[in-house]
């Protein structure tokens, strides 16, 4: 009976652990079911909607929408989802992780509206803020266009990599 009681412990404290774990290898749902509901229309018939959003659903989309695949760089041993594209770090212009954590616990709401505002600020800016002639993140989504591309933040890969030599 002791063999059983073990097994079912055992089995217990190891499902709770792979839905904690589970749980925090998702850095920010809010952000990417918020982006989605500003920007990806799954019903889409119009080409460029419809080209977004199989973009944004596709392996390449999802959450590379505002991060960087660490996998493809070359510095092995980053973390996942620690280093943003120029869209990522765009909306961090207008809230940032802890500030929307924060807000969320206070009041979801809020928070949410506060994340959907920061979205669509971000959109307005041009995707080279250095060249007038840029098009606007959302300018690139209304073309069909991941707004990321897909280049490291050096702020951001310098910190992931501190991060990760700090071990």
Avoid: W
């Amino acid at each position: 009976m002791t063999k059983y009681a073990t097994a079912i412990l055992t089995l217990l404290i190891a499902t709770t652990l792979v839905f904690s774990a589970k749980r925090t290898a998702f850095a920010l749902p809010d952000y990417k079911k918020e982006f989605f509901n500003i920007y990806v229309d799954k019903t889409a018939t119009e080409a460029n909607a419809k080209a977004f959003a199989e973009a944004a659903n596709a392996k390449t989309g999802k959450c590379f929408v505002c991060h960087v695949n660490v996998k493809k760089l070359d510095e092995p041993g980053l973390k996942s989802k620690s280093v943003r594209n120029n869209y990522g770090k765009a909306i961090t212009q207008f809230i940032d992780k802890d500030s929307f954590k924060a807000m969320k616990k206070e009041d979801k709401e809020k928070a949410m509206a506060a994340l959907r505002e920061a979205i669509e600020k971000a959109g307005g800016l041009k995707v080279d803020p250095n060249d007038p002639d840029s098009p606007t993140f959302a300018e690139l989504i209304e073309s069909g266009k991941l707004p990321g591309d897909g280049k490291p933040d050096p702020d951001d890969l310098e910190k992931a990599k501190a991060a990760r030599d700090s071990k």
